[in-house]
């Protein structure tokens, strides 16, 4: 591997990013060293989606350059990246809903051609007892809380060095985000697995993350611990209002 | 669950009043459409003919028909969800209907050549046999495409048409010929060019698979629909049009039989029924023509089944299922549809070459849009991706029409120009719309796992709608 311990595992670089005519980001710069758990919260439309998806290559940024691992990796294809030992959760989960939840595990091993599928599936089983249940269940007729278990593992599967979230608690209940979030937190502390997350739900986001960035508007905005973001009185009147615990 | 079994209560009046309007309806339809004929007297002048037997029998099927469905819509409302068409009565179909199916085809023709004797046995095994086997075929090829990747493909025919026309060319091409002559001896590419052929068909279609997936790439759904219908038109329009190459309208005729590897099937001393001593008689080929078609059908049965365990099958189902997801879990999307394509129109162009070499003459008449529209609806008929499904709808929409041609007794009830095989798209179209009514899924509408855990249980396409949470 050509990792410089120094350098950070993924890192962005004015990356500007087009809709036809419409730029949704601006110029964005981050770093996720290795091993952390890196959180970006903004609101609504801010591009935080797009940013995940630039990552991956679809669409592509049109400046700025994207280097994982020491590689440039801006004008790669999707399924090139993801071979590199990146796996994405997308927004909105997007399972197979006609498979089974066993094929979509078997869709997500399919970066290392199974090798490794039955130690994993073990794995995921034992992170995720629902999931184990219901193996042979169409993934279409899990509930929202499940199939957001499902996207994740299927992420899991592929090995990832490098974990994208894009709002896994998305539609789910308390107890069921807060499971969610333990899933993350685990799977970075027991297997070094880094990640990079995106939520609208920046209590516990914030409380997770190592560092993190705000967005808005196509634009870093902020930038700091975890703590930190959670401690400022901007970030707390814009996004942290109400009752979060 | 609670089994509420109330006494079905049958709303007769209600019935009775639907059934006199629907009919009332069709009387206004079909009045001037099937109750008045227009005819050339022998003067050239034109007089209506009243068809009022005709007319009156279609009235009242619809009549009786809608009382029927009444009844049944009743019967089956005030049973409080029954049990559904178990699902795990659909996988058995599946699973066991394949093998019980294979076995039936394979006596198939010794059957009938037992009972009906040779001279009517040529009409069961050809019309019947061939005929319903091409289509199977053509079903479970395209099957690949739809069924499995998912991309709606309109033009399905074109690739039938490039297997067709490729042995056709290659078969009666005289520099070709010469050339074998020369190399082997006379006679051979006659005997042997079928089974030369076949897989050069195969692979021609194949490319031309590719050639038409690449455009549509980035297309989906009801976009691809029309492009992929547009290309098979291009294509027949092609072979119309350029007449140097492929004898336009006229199409290619003397095309030769397929031979018994080698072994040509007519009377002379080196025919196959002298090698092999028995009496010559025409029935031979069409027996042979039968295995053939029918080893061809299973090849592709078998291909499609093994490709949906691979990893290129799987991936094909997930394509189909949410391409995005695919491309983040590191599948190649490019190549996955480019296969889909290229395996589909491979085994359109099987199917192809056989279809010129038993036709023995070939034209552009026989690759319009309907033939597409009939091998989809196959498809569609048949549940998405199920292949005994598409031996189903087969059965239904070929044997269909070639039943409505042995029904001869109707002329004497509906007069001489009666001619029912002039109703199949009617046929078609009714069974469309039960369809859609009844199994709006297709026949066999379970998909069943490709890969298991320890035991097996399925869900019904039914019962769940799918969702995204
Ligand atoms: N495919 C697209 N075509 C055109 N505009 C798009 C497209 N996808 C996103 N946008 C626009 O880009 C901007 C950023 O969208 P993005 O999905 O990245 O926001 P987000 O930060 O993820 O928001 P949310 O929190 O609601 O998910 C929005 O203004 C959106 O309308
Ligand atoms: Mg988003």
């Known amino acids: ?245 | 669950m609670s089994e509420m079994r109330a006494t079905p209560v049958v709303n007769w009046t209600a019935i009775f009043k639907d059934a006199l309007i629907a009919a009332l309806i069709a009387v206004g339809l079909f009045a001037l459409l099937i109750g008045l004929k227009t005819d050339q007297t022998l003067n050239n002048q034109m007089v209506l003919v009243p068809r009022p037997g005709l007319f009156g029998t279609i009235v009242a099927l619809v009549f009786f028909g809608r009382l029927f469905l009444g009844y049944l819509n009743a019967v089956r409302s005030s049973e409080v969800k029954k049990k559904k068409p178990s699902s795990a009565l659909m996988i058995k179909v599946e699973k066991y209907g394949l093998p019980v199916l294979i076995g039936f085809l394979v006596v198939y023709p010794l059957v009938v050549l037992g009972t009906v004797g040779p001279q009517g046995a040529l009409k069961w095994i050809d019309n019947f046999g061939v005929q319903i086997l091409i289509y199977i075929m053509l079903g479970w090829g395209l099957n690949i495409v739809v069924g499995l990747a998912g991309l709606l493909d309109l033009g399905y025919v074109a690739f039938y048409a490039v297997g067709a026309y490729s042995y056709a060319l290659f078969a009666t091409s005289e520099p070709i010929k010469e050339f074998m002559a020369q190399l082997i001896g006379e006679g051979f590419w006659q005997a042997w060019a079928f089974w030369i052929c076949l897989p050069v068909a195969g692979i021609l279609a194949a490319f031309w698979g590719v050639l038409l997936g690449f455009p549509v790439l980035r297309l989906r759904g009801d976009y691809l629909a029309i492009v992929t219908l547009a290309f098979g038109e291009i294509i027949r329009l092609v072979l119309i049009n350029w007449v140097e190459f492929s004898n336009g309208y006229a199409g290619i005729s003397s095309i030769p039989r397929p031979s018994f590897f080698g072994v040509p099937f007519n009377a002379t001393e080196n025919g196959f029924a002298a090698k092999f001593g028995i009496e010559f008689s025409p029935i031979h080929r069409t027996i042979f023509l039968f295995y053939v078609i029918l080893a061809l059908a299973l090849l592709t049965a078998a291909v499609s089944m093994r490709l949906r365990r691979l990893p290129v099958g799987r991936a094909w189902e997930a394509l189909r299922e949410d391409e995005i997801a695919c491309r983040s879990l590191g599948i190649n999307t490019v190549n996955t549809k480019l296969t889909a394509f290229a395996i589909g129109a491979m085994f359109g162009g099987f199917a192809g070459a056989f279809f010129a070499a038993r036709q023995g003459f070939i034209s552009p008449e026989s690759f319009v849009f309907l033939e597409s529209a009939q091998i989809l609806a196959i498809v569609v008929l048949g549940g998405m991706g199920s292949l005994v499904g598409v031996v189903i709808a087969s059965v239904l929409l070929v044997g269909g029409v070639e039943i409505l041609r042995e029904l001869d007794f109707l002329k004497m009830y509906f007069g001489d120009n009666f001619d029912p095989a002039q109703y199949r798209m009617l046929i078609f179209g009714i069974c469309m719309v039960l369809m859609m009514l009844w199994k709006p899924r297709g026949l066999i509408s379970t998909r069943e796992p490709s890969v298991f855990l320890k035991e097996k249980k399925a869900v019904s396409s039914d019962l769940v709608k799918e969702g995204h949470g």
């Open chain 1, 1 to 245: 591997m050509s990792t410089d311990m120094t350098a950070p595992l993924l890192s962005v670089r004015g990356v500007k990013t087009y809709y036809g005519n419409i730029i949704a980001l601006k110029g964005v710069d981050i770093d996720v060293n290795q091993g952390e758990i890196v959180t970006m919260i903004g609101a609504n439309g801010a591009g935080k989606s797009t940013l995940m998806m630039t990552i991956f290559g679809k669409p592509q940024a049109r400046e700025g350059t994207i280097t994982y691992d020491g590689r440039d990796i801006t004008k790669m294809p999707t399924h090139e990246i993801a071979h590199l030992g990146i796996a994405q959760s997308p927004e909105g989960r997007r399972v197979f809903p006609r498979m089974s939840v066993f094929e979509n595990l078997q869709m997500g091993a399919s970066v290392n051609n199974l090798a490794y599928f039955s130690e994993d599936l073990e794995k995921v089983c034992a992170i995720f007892p629902r999931l184990k249940e219901r193996l042979q269940q169409r993934a279409g007729t899990l509930s929202g809380g499940e199939q957001q278990m499902l996207a994740i593992a299927r992420a899991l599967m592929s090995r990832p060095r490098l974990l994208l979230l894009d709002e896994p608690s998305l539609g789910l209940a308390p107890i069921v985000v807060r499971q969610i979030f333990d899933v993350i937190r685990e799977v970075n502390k027991k297997e070094g697995m880094t990640v990079f997350l995106v939520e609208q739900n920046a209590y516990h986001a914030l409380k997770l993350a190592d560092r993190a960035y705000v967005m808005v508007n196509g634009l870093i905005t902020m930038s700091g611990t975890g703590k930190q973001l959670l401690a400022d009185p901007q970030v707390k009147a814009a996004y942290l209002e109400g009752g979060h615990h």
